[in-house]
């Protein structure tokens, strides 16, 4: 897996990450942490090691803001992973 820097993750379009965290959605924050398990490159296309480690870490989410709870952030971020994993890993 290619080491994406915290620079490049942070030019990322909000479309490549998992989930993302109502507050910035609706730009109460600006903290680009809220955005979750980048996964997808800076074309759009699946990045399947990024994918695959976005699995593995998905029960490992904090929210950074009080815009949702871990639970709820876990299981939506879980809910979108196992559609995606159904897609484009083989098993």
């Known amino acids: 897996m290619v080491k994406w820097t915290t620079m490049y993750i942070n030019d990322l379009p909000n479309s490549a990450f998992v989930i993302i965290e109502p507050d910035y959605i609706q730009k109460k924050t600006s903290n680009k942490q809220a955005r979750h398990l980048p996964i997808r ?29 871990r639970e709820e952030l876990i299981s939506r971020a879980q809910r979108r992973l196992n559609s995606l994993s159904k897609r484009y890993l083989k098993e």
């Not at 759009?44 to 950074?64: E, F, T, Y």
């Open 41 to 69: 490159n800076e074309v759009g296309d699946i990045d399947l090691p990024h994918l695959q480690n976005a699995l593995a870490r998905v029960n490992q989410l904090k929210p950074v803001t009080n815009s949702i709870t």
